[in-house]
Nanobody, 121 residues
Framework: QVQLVESGGGLVQPGGSLRLSCAAS????????MGWYRQAPGKERKLVAV???????NYADSVKGRFTISRDNAKNTAYLQMDSLKPEDTAVYYC???????????????WGQGTLVTVSS
């Protein structure tokens, strides 16, 4: 099994910053893309940012220029640096990783438990 453990959420004032971390552990052969999604109350889960194993990135239009995704392949860890936060960024943030288990030949998606980010004065 593979676990994704997220950390770094919390309460921050508008204009502030937070850094989320997502560490993958377990029977991992390799990790392909890693991404962050978010789900606001009463809304669907949506992609925030994704990063490939080679470092290619893609962002939702709503966070471009404010959020930065990065990863440490040696640690199987992804990060989301969130700057200039707005109240509309308030949501539960979920980490996703496309993982190949040590005993498998295909990749599967694994999700973290989510971490709450609240942007409010």
């Amino acid at each position: 099994q593979v676990q994704l453990v997220e950390s770094g959420g919390g309460l921050v004032q508008p204009g502030g910053s937070l850094r989320l971390s997502c560490a993958a552990s377990g029977s991992i052969f390799s990790v392909n893309a890693m991404g962050w999604y978010r789900q606001a109350p009463g809304k669907e889960r949506k992609l925030v940012a994704v990063i490939t194993s080679g470092g290619g990135t893609n962002y939702a239009d709503s966070v471009k220029g404010r959020f930065t995704i990065s990863r440490d392949n040696a640690k199987n860890t992804a990060y989301l640096q969130m700057d200039s936060l707005k109240p509309e960024d308030t949501a539960v943030y979920y980490c996703n990783a496309n993982v190949r288990y040590t005993w498998a030949y295909t990749y599967v998606d694994v999700w973290g438990q989510g971490t709450l980010v609240t942007v409010s004065s």
